[in-house]
């Protein structure tokens, strides 16, 4: 039996590769320094993987494996192609957008960016139309199986499959699944430039194959593994995020050598699997959670496993469930989790760990690693009766929720003009969604209060001076509902998880959302409640500094529960009602302080949306159930808000408006307002600001083409019902590119309101 993994985390134990790319983004760092910050990462990265038989190689990226991709094969937007500067600035360029380098103000937009299936993962869109060739370069992955093979590993090299590639890629009137006849001879010629450096398996991912596809699309993978399937190399075709279910058939049909599977979240398809699997073909069960932080029963898990490796013998491959990629590193250089909790859980090293206990037994038997099966089971044991995980009083109140607690008094209309005469604000309101930028300054204040370098009072009255300081850059540039700007919030989840019961945080427990940005997801342990009110105090104090309209900023149940590592012993669905009800208390306690307008952001809503169209409406309902109790507790006149970003709205537009929000705040400029088909069909009855400043990009949008965006928005929903605003929290940004694009976005807003009058 034979282990591997499909990808490892990319950033380092301490982040090592964020700080690489902005130094070198600032232009502090050369490019030959951040390359070899790279090698470095990969050589230890395949030196905690060396008891694997296979190795993963290619998984490593500067940015995001997707993008790489379109790089290897010489898919590059025209806007980057001909710009200044190395590949690799064009590359950065192509992902982040920027100046062209060419010594002029010329501007590159940046690609557009989404969700990797239901991750909180991004990945930048491949672009496609009809002039679209492709050449293969594949000298980087190439370089990085010769430092394989000299690091002393086994190098499988993990390459996004040609179909899935096609899948995710953006065309403009263009059938993009035409390109495949293209594509296929470059893959081709990779498989045969990786054949004579010695590679014997290939993984290709094809995470596609878990979701609903059309016979087109079933077409296009019989036809790529028909051409690809008979090379000179072994190819493991990689499923992963869910169960094969109707395409199982087709994968097994396929001439590969071996196939992996989620024995995790596709755990019920592997007795089908298993009885319907060719003779040829090897198969890699995915048996390790590659998504979730919690510990393996390997003794339960050995049971299933031992007959099916009776049956298969050397056929059968263990890797973890997907690419590690989703989870933090190492759990060792943790000091800030109390040591019950830290037995409960494994990152990414410990998963490996995990992986080579089970190797170990079902190849040489249980004997040898009993301590460490005793091990597991007492931890696993100790965690199921521990009085931290459930709180009667949370599950008694929970009961008690019925349909009326998710209900407004009167409609959106009656509401509507409620909200007019109380706030009194003009057309084309302004705002931004929550988060101004936090500075060095804002964040070593924190750390010294958190190091009980400073005290409550001082740290109290700092964090007043920042807050005075950004209403009043607020109310000078002219905005029309202004916000306090979070500076004592570390993260949008994070902040409120360490003040929820039920909660724990790591200290070095980052995962890398997309190129340099990293998240530190907490750790949902527990039966959740809201032990004290958590914002108003810094809400109070920012309305207190003026007579415009200051917004409540809060995070979603939803969106807190996507992006924690959630608890495995209960549904989602429960917890999320739990976290809904600690946050309704919170929405009611800013109400009562005389806080007008609540935002109550869902960014991770389809991000939970199931791959599968079935389950669609059992997650919805729950999902926007939870974010009814949240918001809809407050009286008619208080004004709610939501924002959502990088989300294709499309397919759930529907669920969207059963939220009842009066108005909603969503990414559009990366697209130019593409995202506002979705309502060319669905009338969206609310209000509604699309994104007009991409803050993903250090690019300042300029006020043409703000207007240009909000003409085009007009075109689908009244100009009534419409706001302005950025497409997401401006945290990660610097003021001087803050300063510039809001005041745009003010001088937009003008003239928009007088063309409107004339």
């Keep these: 039996m034979k282990t591997h993994n499909l990808g490892f985390p990319r950033i380092g134990d301490n982040r090592e590769l964020k700080h690489a790319l902005e130094s070198y983004w600032r232009g502090e760092t050369s490019q030959t320094e951040l ?10 990265n395949w030196g905690c993987q060396k008891r694997l038989n296979y190795v993963p190689v290619g998984d490593f990226s500067f940015y995001d494996h997707v993008l790489d991709t379109s790089w290897m094969l010489g898919n590059i937007p025209d806007r980057a192609r001909e710009t200044g500067g190395s590949p690799l600035d064009r590359y950065f360029r192509t992902a982040r957008g920027q100046s062209a380098g060419d010594g002029k103000d010329n501007q590159i937009p940046a690609g557009e960016m989404t969700k990797w299936f239901d991750t909180n993962y991004h990945y930048i869109v491949p672009e496609f139309d009809s002039s679209t060739e492709f050449c293969l370069d594949a000298q980087s992955l190439l370089d990085q199986v010769q430092e394989a093979q000299k690091a002393g590993v086994r190098p499988k090299p993990v390459i996004l499959g040609p179909v899935t590639y096609l899948f995710l890629g953006k065309a403009e009137n263009f059938n993009k699944k035409t390109l495949l006849k293209k594509l296929l001879p470059e893959y081709a010629r990779l498989v045969n430039l990786l054949a004579a450096q010695d590679v014997e398996w290939v993984q290709m991912d094809e995470p596609l194959l878990v979701m609903d596809l059309d016979n087109d699309w079933k077409h296009m993978v019989e036809q790529a593994y028909q051409a690809l399937g008979s090379g000179s190399v072994k190819i493991m075709l990689a499923t992963y995020f869910g169960s094969l279910e109707d395409n199982l058939g087709l994968a097994l049909s396929l001439p590969i050598q071996a196939l992996h599977v989620d024995a995790v979240r596709g755990k019920d398809q592997v007795a089908d699997l298993i009885g319907r699997l060719p003779e040829h073909m090897d198969l890699s ?3 390790i959670d590659g998504r979730n932080i919690w510990k393996t029963d390997l003794n339960a898990l050995l049971d299933r496993l031992t007959p099916i490796h009776e049956q298969l013998g050397d056929r059968l491959w263990l890797a973890p469930s997907c690419s590690l990629l989703h989870v933090p590193v190492d759990l060792r250089i943790e000091s800030e989790l109390d040591t019950e909790l830290l037995s ?3 990152f990414a090293r410990q998963k490996l760990v995990e992986l080579d206990i089970l190797a170990n037994a079902l190849n040489q038997g249980r004997k040898i690693v009993e ?3 005793e091990e597991n089971a ?12 459930h709180n009667p009083d949370v599950q008694a109140r929970l009961a008690q929720v019925d349909d009326t607690w998710g209900q407004r008094n009167q409609p ?17 309101p302004t705002t931004t969604i929550g988060s101004f930028p936090q500075t060095k300054e804002i964040r070593s204040l924190r750390l010294k209060f958190k190091k009980g370098k400073i005290g409550l009072g001082d740290y109290t009255t700092a964090i007043r001076d920042q807050l005075k300081n950004t209403i009043q850059f607020q109310e000078k540039t002219g905005l029309d509902v202004l916000v306090h700007g979070e500076a004592e919030r570390n993260d949008m989840v994070e902040y409120f998880g360490e003040q929820l019961d039920g909660f724990a945080f790591s200290r070095y427990g ?3 959302s997309y190129g340099s940005r990293c998240v530190k997801p907490p750790i949902l342990f527990g039966d959740v409640s809201r032990l004290q009110p958590m914002t108003v105090m810094w809400i109070v104090y920012a309305q207190s500094l003026s007579d415009k309209p200051v917004k409540g900023m809060l995070t979603g149940p939803v969106t807190i529960l996507n992006w924690s590592f959630v608890r495995d012993d209960q549904s989602r669905a429960d917890t999320c009602r739990q976290v809904a009800l600690a946050m309704r208390d919170e929405v009611l306690d800013l109400e009562k302080a005389g806080i007008s307008i609540i935002q109550i952001d869902e960014a991770a809503l389809r991000e939970g949306l199931p791959l599968r169209k079935k389950q669609w409406d059992e997650y919805l309902n729950w999902a926007v159930g939870a974010f009814r109790i949240t918001a809809n507790g407050v009286k008619d006149d208080t004004q709610i808000h939501t924002h959502m970003c990088y989300s294709e709205f499309n397919d759930i537009i529907d669920a969207i408006t059963r939220m009842d929000t009066d108005v909603i ?14 309502f060319d069909e669905t009338a969206y009855p609310n209000e509604i600001g699309p994104g007009v400043y991409d803050i993903h990009s250090p690019n300042v949008p300029t006020v043409d083409f703000i207007v240009t965006n909000m003409k085009e928005a007009a075109k689908r929903i009244p100009r009534e019902r419409l706001w302005i605003n950025p497409d997401c929290g401006l945290k990660t940004r610097a003021w001087p590119e803050t300063k510039a694009a809001l005041k745009n976005l003010v001088e937009a807003a003008r003239v928009l309101r007088s063309a409107a009058t004339a």
């Design 344 to 346: 409960w859980m494994a």
């Design 510 to 512: 980052w995962v890398q």
């Design 412 to 428: 959106y209309l009656e509401r509507a003009k409620l909200h007019k005469e109380k706030l009194n604000l003009p057309l084309y």
């Design 285 to 287: 069960l995915g048996v």
């Design 35 to 44: 390359l070899e910050t790279g090698a470095r990462l990969r050589k230890n």
């Design 665 to 678: 705040t969503i990414e559009a400029s990366r697209s130019n307002m593409e995202i506002l088909n979705a």
């Design 378 to 389: 007492k931890a696993l044991k100790n965690r199921k009766k521990s009085t931290r995980i």
């Design 371 to 373: 301590t460490e099966l």
